[in-house]
Nanobody, 124 residues
């Protein structure tokens, strides 16, 4: 069992930055892949970024490449999402998720545990 708690969301102007954090507890954090997803009002949940347990493999959605960076600190059981050059279309609830494997994976059904989400709102 893994418990995930996101933080760091908020309201920011377009072009600004936010850093999301996801604190994990329970099962050994360093042995599992981690990811971020988001869901905007009226839209389906979509993949944002993922990182393997070693941090050596990462994937990003095309819409966030070069703007968002996923990282993790296994000593602190925490994964981060640094979001720069934010756009109004980035507005969504952002969810942290723990994968069923050590790999970086992009499909939602490859994740076993989810956080409660944190709201990110980007104003124009």
């Amino acid at each position: 069992q893994v418990q995930l708690v996101e933080s760091g969301g908020g309201l920011v102007q377009a072009g600004g930055s936010l850093r999301l954090s996801c604190a994990a507890s329970g099962r050994t954090f360093s042995s599992i892949g981690m990811g971020w997803f988001r869901q905007a009002p009226g839209k389906e949940r979509e993949f944002v970024a993922a990182m393997s347990w070693t941090g050596g493999s990462t994937y990003y959605a095309d819409s966030v490449k070069a703007r968002f960076t996923i990282s993790r600190d296994n000593a602190k059981n925490t994964v981060y999402l640094q979001m720069n050059s934010l756009k109004p279309e980035d507005t969504a609830v952002y969810y942290c998720a723990a994968a069923r494997s050590p790999r970086a994976v992009v499909r939602g059904d490859e994740y076993a545990y989810w956080g409660q989400g944190t709201q990110v709102t980007v104003s124009s």
